[in-house]
């Protein structure tokens, strides 16, 4: 509900959002009444709305052909809220809608009728920023683009476009959002406008009479091209800066970030795929050590082909400047690495190199070309840095080529695959027993394999701990063994703080390890309730791993934690535009539309969960749904279906509190959440405190009880 008016209205700083419908007054009038509905409709829909009017942070005003949208939340609001629209506006290709955003001062008014109104200076300029657009556009005032400035997931899309002159003379500094679903990449028809040449007229009043036709001409000549020019490069990317410092354009932004495409395999032996992808993932593993590197990760890469001939659409789909392309072809003991790095927005060859060498001196040739990519780029390097990319972690090719095959297999998942890739990394130990990488494979793959394979969970679990301690106490400086140590506390010992720290340590050593970032974000930090710094990391690890279907669908769950269902539905939605068939997406959306008030929906997803992922926990959260919709013979016999897996020892203890819950027997509910923390069930009962669906709980002294148990409070 709208906020009423005070009597003594104040004036506070907001984030505005107008728009207006552009040529609208061309239209019939049946045609403007059935445009405003649905663009009232369309803007009323959208997640950020609906959430900004709920917590009661959002005032509206129509304009006649738009509306004006005020936000008093964060300056993601607006921008988030303008994406949604225009999404939804490729369904309704009449509507030529343009947006602008601003953040400055709004009072709230009576107008002559006693009626609520808006003002101030801050729906002016959002007003006259939106007045400088075509249809499409969504343009930012500089100002509000400085407030995005924390967040950096909008910098790549965010494209300075100087100033544009509006009503008596005034002038605005205009930024274009655009990226490849939404927004118009074209620069304003007005600011080209006023970017014309000068007239001959102008010249001779500037010049004066003596002044030669010859040199006229030239002259004429001279600001024709410059003029041309000032429009065709309008647009630059901006690089967002703290607060008060000056815009600086794309290339500066952009200039040290890289992907590493997947690697060519020209050796005659298709087997040797294995030492092309292990070379590719090693160089890219080295420069993810240089914190002044934005690197992507090898999950969102490897959906490229070697050599693709796109390579700007891939930098921009990637939100990088730079593409490294490269090739390997390994005959017995020798190897031939060549590798060229691209600047993608201007397809110009940065560095190139070949490289002929023994098989042993591999790791040289990993570093030497890290130390060259981060030359070229001019990255800063910490000595630290510079041993961790320089380092040899073993001295026998025979262990390095089983590392390289363990991971590998480890990469593909899939119980078979992480078995295969347990005994790689288990004959590379046995050829050199202080190989703490292959340690640190080995805690990874013992960490995954109850996701993949029915194995004991706690014997497993256990040796995913004593592998990584080992790998650290061999080398104290490797973020992934960190992240499975840290991982190993978690899901063992529900410890924490500890795991927290390890964790920290990870993304220390390691600033591009998108999933250190990820798990962080999405075990420890919401258990610990931390929940706005767990979507930081989250969207961290999305920033690194833009593809990642499973980090793109959690970031929707940790919003389900942080109880900000709306959001939660749109990125699960994203997440399904990456993989529509990945369960867990449809699982999680199931629980947001449940819990944003949308139950038979919500059915519907926890269903396509259940079907597409063939997934047990989807199985209970279908239960627990149809208990709630009052159909308790089917939430029954679900129950009854659950159960019986006892039988194959797969039970989910939580999920079948989740069933009692909704069957309204929170006795029962309790006893299962026991039973899920004897059960080290850590990914769902270390969520005690802050999973929304256990709310009906709280103030239970049996069920508090236990929470201090599982999370006991800080002395």
């Excluded at 930024?175 to 939404?182: I, K, L, P, T």
């Excluded at 993810?288 to 990760?297: E, M, N, R, T």
């Excluded at 819990?595 to 926890?606: F, K, S």
């Excluded at 004897?678 to 990914?683: F, G, L, S, Y």
Aim: include cysteine; hydrophobic fraction near 40%; proline fraction near 5%.
């Amino acid at each position: 509900m709208t906020p009423e008016p005070e009597s003594d209205p104040k004036l506070e700083i907001a984030h505005v959002l107008t728009m207006d419908v552009v040529g609208y007054s061309t239209l019939l009038i049946n045609e403007q009444s059935r445009v405003l509905a649905d663009l009232t409709r369309t803007v009323r829909e959208t997640g950020r709305f609906r959430q900004a009017e709920a917590d009661g942070k959002l005032l509206r005003l129509p304009t006649g052909d738009g509306m004006v949208l005020v936000f008093f939340t964060d300056p993601e609001a607006p921008i988030e809220c303008a994406m949604e629209i225009g999404a939804a506006l490729k369904n309704h290709p009449k509507i030529r809608l343009r947006m602008g955003i601003h953040s400055g001062p709004v009072n709230q008014v009576l107008d002559v009728n006693d009626r609520s109104n808006l003002a101030g200076a801050g729906i002016d300029i959002a007003q006259r920023v939106t007045d400088c657009g075509d249809a499409g556009h969504i343009l930012l005032s500089k100002r509000f683009a400085e407030d995005l400035a924390p967040y950096s997931r909008w910098n790549r899309h965010l494209h300075d476009l100087g100033e544009c002159e509006v009503k008596h003379g005034r002038k605005v500094s205009l930024v274009n959002f655009y990226n490849e679903a939404v927004g118009n990449p074209e620069p304003p028809s007005k600011l080209k406008c006023s970017q014309r040449p000068p007239s001959i007229s102008q010249l001779f009043n500037w010049l004066g009479p003596p002044v030669s036709s010859a040199f006229i001409v030239i002259t004429l000549l001279v600001a024709g091209v410059t003029g041309y020019l000032m429009i065709k490069h309008t647009t630059r990317v901006v690089q967002l800066p703290s607060k008060g410092a000056p815009f600086a354009s794309a290339r500066q932004q952009n200039a040290k970030s890289i992907a590493v495409l997947p690697f060519e395999n020209l050796s005659h032996d298709p087997e040797n795929a294995y030492f092309a992808d292990g070379i590719q993932e090693e160089i890219l593993s080295r420069l993810s050590k240089i914190a002044d590197l934005k690197v992507i990760s090898r999950t969102s890469t490897q959906r490229y082909k070697s050599k693709p001939d796109n390579l700007l659409e891939i930098a921009k789909q990637l939100g990088v400047a730079n593409i490294l392309e490269g090739t390997v072809q390994k005959a017995a003991d020798q190897v031939r690495v060549n590798v060229q790095l691209i600047n993608a927005q201007s397809d110009s060859h940065l560095w190139a190199e070949k490289y002929d060498r023994k098989l042993i001196d591999t790791f040289a040739v990993e570093s030497e070309i890290a130390t060259k990519i981060s030359d070229a780029l001019q990255a800063k390097l910490t000595g630290a840095e510079q041993k961790a990319i320089a380092a040899r972690p073993t001295e026998n090719s025979e262990a390095y080529q089983l590392y390289l095959r363990g991971r590998y297999f480890a990469g593909k998942r899939g119980g078979e695959n992480l078995n295969k890739a347990i005994d790689y990394f288990n004959q590379a130990i046995a050829k050199d027993p202080n190989y703490a990488l292959a340690y640190a494979g080995l805690s990874d793959c013992y960490d995954l394999l109850p996701q993949w394979s029915p194995v004991s969970r706690a014997e497993y679990v256990s040796k995913a701990k004593a592998a990584a301690i080992k790998a650290l106490q061999i080398d104290d400086s490797l973020a992934e063994a960190h992240t499975s140590l840290a991982a190993a506390l978690f899901s063992n010992d529900l410890n924490l703080r500890e795991s927290k720290r390890e964790f920290e340590r990870a993304t220390e050593l390691n600033p591009n390890y998108a999933f250190a970032h990820y798990s962080f974000g999405f075990t420890v930090l919401p258990a610990l309730g931390e929940l706005d710094r767990a979507i930081a990391e989250v969207r961290r690890a999305i920033d690194l791993d833009p593809f990642s279907v499973v980090i793109n669908a959690n970031l929707g769950y940790v919003y389900i934690l942080a109880r900000r269902y709306p959001e939660a539905i749109a990125q699960l939605q994203k997440a399904l535009e990456l993989d529509p068939s990945f369960g867990i997406t449809h699982r999680s959306l199931g629980q947001a539309l449940e819990l944003n008030g949308e139950l038979e929906q919500a059915i519907t997803e926890y269903e396509k969960g259940y079907r597409f992922g063939n997934d047990d926990h989807a199985l209970a959260y279908v239960a627990h749904a149809y208990a709630l919709k009052g159909d308790r013979e089917k939430a029954l016999q679900l129950l009854t279906q659950l159960k019986e897996l006892e039988q194959r020892g797969t039970i989910w203890a939580f999920g079948l509190a989740l069933v009692y819950l909704g069957l309204g027997d929170k006795n029962e509910a309790i006893n299962w959440l026991e039973r899920s923390h004897r059960e080290k069930e850590a990914a769902k009962i270390s969520l005690i405190k802050v999973e929304p669906l256990l709310d009906p709980l709280r103030g239970d002294p049996r069920f508090e009880k236990l929470v201090d148990r599982i999370l006991p409070p800080q002395k």
